[in-house]
T-cell receptor, first 116, second 110 residues
Framework: EAGVVQSPRYKIIEKKQPVAFWCNPI?????LYWYLQNLGQGPELLIR????????DSQLPKDRFSAERLKGVDSTLKIQPAELGDSAVYLC??????????????FGPGTRLTVL | GENVEQHPSTLSVQEGDSAVIKCTYS??????FPWYKQELGKGPQLIID?????GEKKDQRIAVTLNKTAKHFSLHITETQPEDSAVYFC?????????FGAGTRLFVKA
């Protein structure tokens, strides 16, 4: 069974440019998460989807970040415009049922973003 | 806000020795505590988890203990091997939110 797929794996852009990350969760997983991981830190939730609905986007900087999960399957996270401080690894994860207790989250390999 | 503190940030052990990583959480509503292992260039992978109604769980060389009263939980790795070298994250889940610790970088010296 394929795991969570993310692309691209690496992205280097100049500040003020737009960038987009794509995630395809494990088949059948209804819950999808986007996390931000700064160097030497644990993942921090940006947004959580239950099917196509964003149920928790409280930590998403909505002035420059946006996300969508059309048809409740794959998802795209966008930053426009990117800032130097956005350099980090962006992780996508999915879980089988409604998030909360006891649902193992499966992580993709992440996209490492460097903003110059 | 909710917080999970993890110690130590770096741990170096000799192959065959035991390694212990400790975490504390602040959210009393937390009732599920997963541990993840992250290797270089990869996403975190679940290695063991424990629910709040259990005090201890073991899976081969890995064990986790939970003290709900003190809000402490710990990961124990016995007979460490070089392939155990990685970054380990604890996490606390309450309701619909998972909070991760800052991670422990484990080095196992052959």
């Amino acid at each position: 069974e394929a795991g969570v797929v993310q692309s691209p794996r690496y992205k280097i852009i100049e500040k003020k440019q737009p960038v987009a990350f794509w995630c395809n969760p494990i088949s059948g997983h209804n819950t999808l998460y986007w996390y931000l991981q700064n160097l030497g830190q644990g993942p921090e939730l940006l947004i959580r989807y239950e099917n196509e609905e964003a149920v928790d986007d409280s930590q998403l900087p909505k002035d420059r970040f946006s996300a969508e999960r059309l048809k409740g399957v794959d998802s795209t996270l966008k930053i426009q415009p990117a800032e130097l401080g956005d350099s980090a690894v962006y992780l996508c994860a999915s879980s089988l049922g409604a998030s909360g207790s006891y649902n193992e989250q499966f992580f993709g390999p992440g996209t490492r973003l460097t903003v110059l | 806000g909710e917080n999970v503190e993890q110690h130590p940030s770096t741990l170096s052990v000799q192959e065959g020795d035991s390694a212990v990583i400790k975490c504390t959480y602040s959210d009393s509503a937390s009732n599920y505590f997963p541990w993840y292992k992250q290797e270089l260039g990869k996403g975190p992978q679940l290695i063991i988890d424990i629910r709040s109604n259990v005090g201890e769980k073991k899976d081969q060389r890995i064990a986790v203990t939970l003290n709900k009263t003190a809000k402490h939980f710990s990961l124990h790795i016995t007979e460490t091997q070089p392939e155990d070298s990685a970054v380990y994250f604890c996490a606390g889940t309450g309701g619909f939110k998972t909070i991760f610790g800052a991670g422990t970088r484990l080095f196992v010296k052959a």
